[in-house]
């Protein structure tokens, strides 16, 4: 193992979590749970690979958290009843049992909905369609919808779903729960200023763009107590928008992540396409800034490919943590790799054609090595 690349194997803490290292799994949308929204022995060996690949806490992909108007993508695993809860209890328990920690990642849909079993409409802050076109390898077909503006008893189901996916992730084992609050889904759609054109407190001016957010994190932490674990995602870019920046820039980053803190959040989880970029012209990193602002242990995610990015973000006090995405799905195995000096395997967009879910993903690994066979995907 290289020297510069110890720093990524110190254990790590977060409140009261202790993790064996400082590399995490990010979230990521798999399409890969039964219709109804539970999950099965394909999940339990996608996630098992990553424990014992040798990755400190992983974050799972979004997991829908009501029955109105959550849900985004067909075959997407939800968290919204306690059936759909205990069907993770054996991922929770494989992952724990090699030193792994869990965290359930809580997700609202919003205008981005392609799919709802629930409901053939969406919901959002303002009647506005989103840019871009629903995406194919997540079974999505054309343009968005127009979603409908949710009045404030919608917002106030909004709030309850969260709090409920909460106790529901507490109950099962789960060792947190982080709220959703990038890349496009319902609460950025508050954030950002031409997916939101409200009028009353939660539009216009960036406190009350970000009012969900404090709303959401303050039920979720009164109801799960102090020990549980609670984050909270942030992103400028977005699964249909890769150009947006908060347009008031650094002072967006100020305002937003000191309010963070001031939620008592226990961390906050940062995703650029390159994390270690600018976050806008002059100034730092995106999780930089975060952790500038806010004094909490900060999670970067982003275009890492090689260890030594990973090490350098760590090393120069840019974040606390480092979430690998697309590298890990080629690479469960990433941290005892990069212990051992192994080679990484470059992630191939394939993988992702024409579904990028776990079915795909194995007929690729069998194809390209048929030792895989009748195999977990990296096991």
């Known amino acids: 193992m290289k020297a510069s690349n110890e720093i990524l194997f110190t254990p790590s803490q977060i ?48 997991l829908y958290t009501d029955q109105l ?36 990642q809580l997700m609202h849909a919003g205008a981005l909905s392609q799919h709802n079993r629930f409901t053939e409409k969406s919901m959002a802050p303002s009647a506005v369609r989103p840019l871009g076109e629903q ?14 503006a949710m009045t404030q008893e919608d917002i106030k189901d909004v709030i309850q779903g969260f709090v409920s996916s909460a106790l529901f992730a507490k ?26 054109q409200r009028d009353d407190a939660y539009g216009g001016k ?12 303050n039920a979720v932490r009164e109801a799960v107590g102090n020990d549980f674990i609670v984050g909270i995602r942030f992103s400028q870019k977005k699964v249909n928008d890769a150009e947006y920046l908060w347009p ?3 002072l967006a980053a100020k305002h937003i992540f000191s309010q963070m803190k001031e939620c008592n959040v226990d961390y906050i989880h940062t995703t650029e396409p390159v994390l270690n970029h600018p976050a806008f012209n002059g100034s730092a990193s995106l999780s930089s800034l975060a952790k500038q602002f806010s004094g909490l242990p900060v999670i970067a995610n982003g275009g890492v490919n090689e260890p030594l990015l990973a090490a350098d973000m760590l090393a120069n006090g840019q974040a606390d943590f480092i979430a ?8 469960q195995d990433w941290p005892n790799r990069v212990k051992h000096a192994e080679a990484i395997s470059d992630f191939d967009f394939s993988m992702f054609s024409p579904i990028a879910d776990l079915q795909t993903a194995q007929c690729y690994f069998e194809k390209m090595d048929p030792a895989h066979q009748d195999k977990s995907l990296e096991n």
């Open 15 to 62: 409140g009261t979590l202790k993790i064996r290292n400082k590399l995490m799994v990010a979230p990521m949308t798999r399409v890969s749970a039964q219709e109804d929204g539970t999950v099965g022995v394909l999940m339990q060996e996608y996630y098992q690979g990553f424990a014992q690949g040798g990755f400190g806490l992983v974050v799972t992909e979004g």
């Open 69 to 104: 108007y959550s849900q985004c993508y067909y075959k997407q695993p939800g968290i919204s009843t306690q059936n759909q809860a205990d069907s993770w209890k054996p991922i929770i328990d494989v992952v724990h049992a090699n030193g792994t920690a869990i965290v359930a």
């Open 135 to 148: 995406m194919p390898f997540y079974y999505g077909n054309g343009a968005y919808q127009t979603p409908e």
């Open 171 to 196: 109950s099962v084992g789960f060792d947190g729960v982080e709220i959703h609050g990038a890349n496009g889904y319902l609460l950025d759609q508050f954030l950002t200023v031409y997916s939101n």
């Open 206 to 217: 960036l406190d009350n763009r970000l009012r969900i957010y404090k709303e959401i994190i």
């Open 248 to 250: 008031e820039e650094e």
């Open 324 to 331: 690998l995405g697309k590298i890990a799905l080629s690479n």
